[in-house]
């Protein structure tokens, strides 16, 4: 009972408080400054253009219904998180990598702190965005990079880019290396390799980076050698790289590729590196990451990888250490990629002594990679008598669409 007229009371009292209450209606009301950015300019609209070559103009259209006054308001455009201007008239001459990126225009009014936003988005590309580069000799036999790029509607041939850049003068082109983007990648450069040693190259600009030569990629400079790159590519998660005809073979997801360590031409448990064939041949599935490399002291194909993320071990294992065709006995040539779906690879040995392309040998091979093991089949050898000067060829290619070899 007691608590019954508690709550009675609680509700009386509550009623009694709320008729006491009364509104004068004693305000004060005061306009305050509105701030509009119109739409034209940012409203579906995108924006493309071509940086280091184009610039980016937009006159948006700001009104303010009470104050007037320049002064007053603060303007901000912002790209990609950084300021590239503080004046209502956007006017930047565009110099970012290439990408896709939301302009914010943001204006401030000072009297109410108030700020007013609109957005558009921006697609960059770059004059070497797109395209083919070329790495080899002029006239004078010197080293010399051009590009057939294509930008927007238009195909450019670019000719002798590296000339002016702060470079030596170089002579013997050996590879060049360009990388495909990837978020595992920690030096996503290309690098351009001589004999005369090999620098890296910033894949926006094409222009030399501070320190661009590859000995500065070594924990220790000074014990790299002329560092004459002959290979590289990115699998999956795994970098390798020819150097010095030497093997560096890295796990990027274990932090491999910020610099370069020991090595990994040798077998496990011997730590004593054997020459190595100055091509690597490669799985053509980008979900495993297996290379195959040739031992030309013991004659003999072996190789590293595999599907899981220890794929880097740091040694080579022979392909299979009682079968002939993997283990040959011949010179080493060469190793094709074929990027075929029945063949991995084409490699091309000959006998010691070669004098005629009776001498020359090609061994086509498959790489299988399963979720537990790596497995190879067996093409048919085939000898290349028919193949006309191969024993005086320097470069190679094949077809990825027919079974042709291009010397």
């Not at 110099?95 to 943001?106: C, W």
């Not at 002029?138 to 927007?152: I, P």
Request: glycine share 8%; hydrophobic share 35%.
């Amino acid at each position: 009972m007691r608590t019954r007229l508690l709550m009675i009371c609680g509700v009386l009292g509550g009623m009694l408080f709320h008729s006491c209450y009364s509104d004068l209606g004693n305000y004060d009301y005061r306009e305050i400054n509105e701030v509009m950015i119109g739409e034209a300019g940012f409203a579906d609209t995108a924006y493309y253009y071509v940086s280091f070559v184009d610039t980016l103009r937009i006159s948006p259209q700001v009104d303010a219904s009470l104050i007037q006054e320049p002064d007053n308001y603060e303007y901000s455009w912002i790209l990609g998180g950084n300021e590239i201007g503080n004046q209502k008239d956007l006017v930047w001459p565009v110099s970012r990598s290439q990408g896709y990126y939301v302009l914010y225009f943001r204006v401030k009014d000072k009297s109410t702190g108030v700020v007013m936003t609109r957005q558009a988005d921006v697609h960059l590309q770059t004059n070497f965005s797109t395209g083919w580069l070329v790495w080899g000799e002029n006239e004078n036999g010197e080293a010399q990079l051009d590009m057939l790029s294509f930008v927007k509607e238009d195909t450019l041939l670019m000719k002798d880019i590296l000339n002016g850049q702060d470079l030596p003068m170089l002579k013997n082109p050996t590879f060049l290396y360009v990388p495909c983007m990837s978020s595992y990648d920690r030096d996503p450069k290309i690098q351009i390799g001589t004999k005369d040693g090999t620098y890296r190259l910033d894949k926006t600009t094409l222009t030399p980076l501070n320190d661009a030569h590859l000995k500065y990629m070594f924990w220790e400079p000074s014990l790299a050698g002329n560092c004459v790159l002959t290979n590289a590519n990115r699998l999956q998660w795994c970098q390798f790289s020819v150097i010095d005809g030497k093997l560096y073979f890295d796990n990027l997801l274990m932090g491999g590729g910020e610099k370069l360590g020991y090595p990994s031409n040798h077998y496990q448990g011997d730590y004593e590196l054997f020459k190595m064939g100055d091509k690597v041949g490669v799985d053509n599935y980008p979900t495993s990451a297996v290379i195959v490399v040739y031992d030309d002291d013991n004659k003999c194909f072996l190789y590293q990888g595999g599907r899981n993320i220890t794929s880097a071990q740091g040694y080579c294992i022979p392909v299979d250490e009682y079968d002939e065709f993997f283990n040959p006995g011949k010179d080493f040539v060469t190793i094709i990629n074929s990027r075929q779906s029945m063949i991995s690879n084409y490699a091309i040995l000959k006998n010691p002594g070669a004098s005629s392309p009776a001498d020359y040998y090609l061994y086509p091979y498959k790489i299988n990679v399963g979720f537990f093991d790596v497995s190879f089949n067996k093409m048919s050898i085939r000898q290349m008598t028919n193949a006309a000067e191969i024993d005086q060829a320097e470069f190679y290619a094949c077809s990825s669409q027919k079974s042709y070899i291009f010397y």
